[in-house]
């Protein structure tokens, strides 16, 4: 079974999570989103600069039972200048970029190679081994540089 949905930050960036809440459904860690209303965030649309990557903020005692945010779940953002690791599954059409390909924001909060709002490069692509199946499953991941200004 193939490994899905795999997005890590690992330096850099802001967190940031005051008063931020999910403005619509299907928004998971990953996702690019844009923030509307002052409060809420919703998928980007390529159309326009985006506010950051969907990260997190979910420390409340229950155990959700999906990567999903909630409509109005309370979320973090991380933007500015840093770096991640995303799967194929974050990007149109789940093509992985290559090295040196700049990445630009797309539809449904995904990233593309072609575009106008720009929201890094993609340094290197990495795998990594998830421990599942029993001798584990390969996995590819683009380590990509962001840098989301806030505007």
Do not use: W
Request: charged letters at 15%; a positive charge; hydrophobic letters at 35%.
């Amino acid at each position: 079974m193939a490994v899905a949905h795999t997005f890590q930050h690992v330096s850099g960036g802001e967190r940031f999570g005051k008063k931020l809440y999910a403005g619509t459904y299907y928004i998971e860690p990953g996702i690019l989103v844009n923030l509307t209303s002052g409060s809420l965030c919703t998928k980007s649309s390529g159309s326009d600069a985006p506010f950051g990557y969907a990260f997190g903020l979910r420390y409340a005692i229950y155990r959700p039972t999906s990567k999903y945010f909630g409509l109005y779940e309370a979320m973090a953002v991380v933007h500015g200048v840093g770096k991640v690791l995303a799967s194929s599954d974050f990007f149109i059409g789940g093509t992985m970029p290559a090295s040196g390909d700049t990445l630009y924001s797309a539809a449904g909060g995904l990233m593309d190679t072609t575009g106008t709002n720009k929201v890094g490069y993609c340094i290197r692509v990495e795998q990594r081994i998830d421990p599942s199946g029993g001798t584990g499953t390969t996995q590819n991941l683009a380590l990509i540089h962001f840098n989301i200004p806030v505007v």
